[in-house]
């Protein structure tokens, strides 16, 4: 008889707790921020990133002045573009041994950068590879 009543108590609590009318939802007295249109957030992103880089000639980067793992730019015209790396020749000295390997990795807008163009690079550099040839990771390239 216990177990029944116990039951029965059980049975009524569940099905009172079931019956409640739902709530309101809690309306937050916070100011509510405007979002920022993604091409107009990516605009920024990109200003903010081009904007803490310090441009370098070909010069320092052969005479190992740039420090690894800095955020650098490079002026110059792609002498050749083989598998997303392009090799930069540099603007200052049109000698043939002053170029620059740029891994291409954009974020930005996805273009075909042919032969010839004139580019200014974006990036982090990375050191120098086998070759001996300064490389730099492309975050940003625009072509000029």
């Not at 190992?64 to 540099?90: R, Y």
Request: glycine share 6%.
């Amino acid at each position: 008889m216990k177990k029944l009543f116990a039951i029965m108590i059980t049975t009524a609590v569940l099905a009172a707790c079931s019956n409640e009318e739902p709530k309101d939802p809690i309306e937050s007295t916070e100011p509510v921020e405007e979002t920022v249109p993604k091409e107009q957030a990516g605009d920024e992103v990109e200003k903010g990133l081009k904007a803490d880089t310090i441009e370098h000639e070909y010069v320092a980067f052969a005479d190992d002045q740039v420090p690894v793992n800095s955020k650098v730019k490079f002026l110059g015209t792609v002498t050749a573009v083989i598998e997303g790396t392009l090799t930069v020749q540099s603007n200052a000295d049109e000698s043939s041994d002053e170029i620059v390997y740029v891994k291409d990795i954009r974020l930005g807008e996805r273009m075909d950068i042919l032969e010839g163009s004139e580019v200014s690079v974006y990036g982090t550099y990375v050191g120098k590879n086998d070759e001996d040839i300064p490389v730099i990771k492309g975050i940003f390239i625009d072509v000029d």
